[in-house]
Structure formats: C-alpha cells, structure tokens
Nanobody, 125 residues
C-alpha cells in the first residue's frame, strides 16, 4: 500500500512562492509516476504537473513557466515549486501516484491509484 503525505501549503500574497512536498512510502515498484492535481472551490479537479519515473514531466498550460516539478528518488519525494503565484492558483493541492508509469497520459486522474490528503494553497490578490 502506497502512502502519500503532502506538506508545504499555506497562504501567500500574489506574486509569491511556495514549495509543496509529497513523500511517498510503502511501495516496492521499480518506477512510479507522480503528479499534482488541484481543486478550487466549485471547480473540477485538474492536473497541474506530473513527473514519470524516467524524468519526463508535464505541465498544465496555466502553470507553465511558473511551476516546476522535481523528484528526489533517494527520499522518494516529489516537489512542486510554485512561483509567481496568482489568486486563481488558490486550491487544495493533491499528490497522486500511478504505479509503474503514466505512459504519457498525465491528466487522467482515474489512472492514479493513490492519493494524498491534500494541502491548501491560498493566494491573496
């Protein structure tokens, strides 16, 4: 059973930065694809950024150039560096994991088998 624990959310002014962390444990698979999704009040859940086991990354158009996803394999942790934050980035951010690979499809949330509890990001305009 894979456990995902997010941290790093909080409140920040528009234009500020935050770094989210997602620590994964409890798996023995050789590869894992991890992603960040978010859901704002009244909104559908949307994919934000993802990284596959081979280092391939994907980003939503709305965050390209502002957010960066990285992974530390030694720590089984994925990070989401969020810069130039906007009020519309306000949401609950969830970490998700798909065993083995995302096979190039990062945004189908139904494919992710494991989810964290979420961490709130609030950006004041």
């Amino acid at each position: 059973q894979v456990q995902l624990v997010e941290s790093g959310g909080g409140s920040v002014q528009s234009g500020g930065s935050l770094r989210l962390s997602c620590a994964a444990s409890g798996y023995t698979y050789p590869n894992i694809c991890m992603a960040w999704f978010r859901q704002g009040p009244g909104d559908e859940r949307e994919g934000v950024a993802a990284i596959d086991g081979d280092g391939t990354t994907g980003y939503a158009d709305s965050v390209k150039g502002r957010f960066t996803i990285t992974q530390d394999n030694a720590k089984n942790t994925v990070y989401l560096q969020m810069n130039s934050l906007k009020a519309e980035d306000t949401a609950m951010y969830y970490c998700a994991a798909e065993i083995m690979s995302c096979y190039g499809d990062f945004w189908d949330d139904g494919e992710y088998q494991y989810w964290g509890q979420g961490t709130q990001v609030t950006v004041a305009s």
